[in-house]
Structure formats: C-alpha cells, structure tokens
T-cell receptor
Framework: NAGVTQTPKFRVLKTGQSMTLLCAQD?????MYWYRQDPGMGLRLIHY???????AKGEVPDGYNVSRLKKQNFLLGLESAAPSQTSVYFC?????????????FGSGTQLSVL | GQSLEQPSEVTAVEGAIVQINCTYQ??????LSWYQQHDGGAPTFLSY????GLEETGRFSSFLSRSDSYGYLLLQELQMKDSASYFC?????????????FGKGTKLSVKP
C-alpha cells in the first residue's frame, strides 16, 4: 500500500515552461487536493476534487489547471510557469465520508521557477 | 471568505503542557482538524473534531466550541520530538463541500 505518491519530487523550470505534477493514491479515496506551501503562508489550497471527473477551485487557483480523469489520479498543470509559482506542492486525499476527515499527504514536490 | 487564526510561534520546555489556539471564520463549517509537520516533511494528521468537546489521543487532545468558532490543540508531557509546526484546518459542506482550508501554522519549539 503506497498511499499517496507524487511525481516528480524535484523540478526546475524556466519562466514560461509548462509541466504537469502527478498525484496517485491507492486507497480508493473520493476527495483529492493540491496545496502549495510557502514560508510563513501555511498550506494554501489550489484546486480540489470531490470525485472522478470533478474539480473545484481553492484559495489560489490562478495559473494552475487540474484534471481528475481517473479516481486514483489528480494532475496539476502549470501552462506557463512564473517565478511566483516557486513553492513546495503537496497532494492529499481522503475518503470524504462523514466523520472521517483525515487527509493523507504525499511527500511533496519542490518546484523552482527561474 | 474563510480565515483561520493561530499563533505563529510557541516555545515550551520538555515535560510541560502547551495549548495552541485556533479561531476560524467560515461558512458551512463541518469540522476542525489538526496536523503536525516536521521540517522538510509532509503534514500528518493528529485529530479531528466534528462535535463540541474534547477528543483525546494519547498525549494530544483537541477541543472544539462551534458556538465560539474556536478550538485548540493540547500537547502534554512535551518531548523534543514534538518540535514541529502545527496546523489547524476547517472542512466545509454545502456549496463548498470538500473544501479544506489550513491556517498558517504554529511553530512549536521544545527546549530541554
């Protein structure tokens, strides 16, 4: 049981380049999330999904797109990377059933945009 | 909008008790969670309160008062390994179902 797996773990981009971060979970969770973490800012929600084929905007969605074509995968895309998107990105998932709000996190992706 | 407020830093000595407070403003409040994160690591779940009152898990306890939009995390018998950042998070229902927002975190330093 791998839990939540994020790829890649590290990436360096040049301004204007695009990339996709992949999150995969093997726990049959309905809900999946993408957060970014910057010093002093805590975890800020970018986008989330409450089930296969659904997505919703979080607190800081601009400059990012997401897709949830399969229940186990949640992709985060940057179409034209900017230095302001330099951050640590965390994916997380949970069951979504009432009373069980435990989030399981991936190990994170360190992204630098030059 | 939504907001969560928690102290940015707390310092305590080994063996002591520390309380980290969290106040929140949100529509469609469903529950309050707490997470721990060590430097360089991913957040890990500590506790969840969906109802008013105290939830106890070993040395850690969490409290919620929905009427006061307030909760806290209580850490007892502090150990050096408890030095970490602690985040409160609110879960919403209704139009924002699934939305899960975090506070900015409280950095706890445990001194010998």
């Amino acid at each position: 049981n791998a839990g939540v797996t994020q790829t890649p773990k590290f990436r360096v981009l040049k301004t204007g380049q695009s990339m996709t971060l992949l999150c995969a979970q093997d726990m049959n969770h309905e809900y999946m999330y993408w957060y970014r973490q910057d010093p002093g800012m805590g975890l800020r929600l970018i986008h989330y999904s409450v089930g296969e084929g659904t997505t919703a905007k979080g607190e800081v969605p601009d400059g990012y797109n997401v897709s949830r074509l399969k229940k186990q995968n949640f992709l985060l895309g940057l179409e034209s990377a900017a230095p302001s998107q330099t951050s640590v990105y965390f994916c997380a998932s949970r069951t979504g059933t009432g009373g069980n709000e435990k989030l399981f996190f991936g190990s994170g992706t360190q992204l630098s945009v030059l | 909008g939504q907001s969560l407020e928690q102290p940015s830093e707390v310092t305590a000595v080994e063996g002591a008790i520390v309380q980290i407070n969290c106040t929140y403003q949100t529509s469609g409040f469903y529950g309050l969670s707490w997470y721990q994160q060590h430097d360089g690591g991913a957040p890990t779940f500590l506790s969840y309160n969906g109802l008013d009152g105290l939830e106890e898990t070993g040395r850690f306890s969490s409290f919620l008062s929905r009427s006061d939009s307030y909760g806290y995390l209580l850490l007892q018998e502090l150990q050096m390994k408890d030095s970490a950042s602690y985040f409160c998070a609110v879960t919403n229902y209704g139009g924002s179902q699934g939305n899960l927002i975090f506070g900015k975190g409280t950095k706890l330093s445990v001194k010998p």
